[in-house]
């Protein structure tokens, strides 16, 4: 199993710009979430999943859009770009509902 | 807003001494989860403590929950330069509902020297 994967690794934006940031699980879960951590700072939630077709917001979930039509996608939109969304992101997927497994990251700047 | 925060903030240790770290949180939990972070890497999961339990073993960890205190502890015995890390605790809210939320705190970042 890979487990959970994200794409890309690294991206730059310019800001105003939107882009997808791919997260995909191959271990059934029906539980998905996006973090973003920040410096110093441990993770906060931005949206997650109890299941396909069904999304929540999180803490922190302004400026940006999730969907999830698969079990195994959960793709994370941001719309409009801003400094304050430099950050690295975590996509994390849960069997049931209490240990969370993380993908590697996806380190964004947004100029 | 930051449930978990853990204590100290760093730590630096030598090989084979143990080594600890606290967590306080501020809601009642239902369990508190405890993650480990290598730099450039997402986190592990190293073990769930649910609040009606007061301690916990894998391997070389050990973790306690004391809900009266709201508070917990990860001891790490003989401690190798593998486990510089940072580590992380997480708590959910009793109440959270149908999804289990969790919170982070901030981390304590492990060094370890051989």
């Known amino acids: 199993n890979a487990g959970v994967t994200q794409t890309p690794k690294f991206q730059v934006l310019k800001t105003g710009q939107s882009m997808t940031l791919q997260c995909a699980q191959d271990?059934?879960?029906?539980?998905m979430s996006w973090y973003r951590q920040d410096p110093g700072m441990g993770l906060r939630l931005i949206h997650y999943?109890?299941?396909?077709?069904?999304?929540d917001q999180g803490e922190v979930p302004n400026g940006y859009n999730v969907s999830r039509s698969t079990t195994e996608d959960f793709p994370l939109r941001l719309l409009s770009a801003a400094p304050s969304q430099t950050s690295v992101y975590f996509c994390?997927?849960?069997?049931?509902?209490?240990?969370?497994?993380f993908g590697p990251g996806t380190r964004l700047l947004v100029l | 807003s930051q449930q978990g925060e853990e204590d100290p903030q760093a730590l630096s240790i030598q090989e084979g001494e143990n080594a600890t770290m606290n967590c306080s949180y501020k809601?009642?939990?239902?369990?508190l989860q405890w993650y480990r972070q290598n730099s450039g890497r997402g986190l592990v999961h190293l073990i769930l403590?649910?609040?009606?339990?007061r301690e916990k073993h894998s391997g070389r960890l050990r973790v306690t929950l004391d809900t009266s205190k709201k508070s917990s502890s990860l001891l790490i015995t003989a401690s190798r330069a593998a486990d510089t890390a940072s580590y992380f605790c997480?708590?959910?809210?009793?109440?959270?509902?149908?999804?289990?939320?969790?919170?982070f705190g901030a981390g304590t970042r492990l060094a370890v020297h051989p």
């Open positions: 994390a997927s849960s069997y049931n509902n209490m240990a969370q497994y």
């Open positions: 271990m059934n879960h029906e539980y």
């Open positions: 999943s109890v299941g396909a077709g069904i999304t």
């Open positions: 809601t009642s939990i239902n369990n």
């Open positions: 403590i649910r609040s009606n339990e």
């Open positions: 997480a708590t959910d809210d009793l109440f959270s509902g149908g999804y289990n939320k969790l919170i």
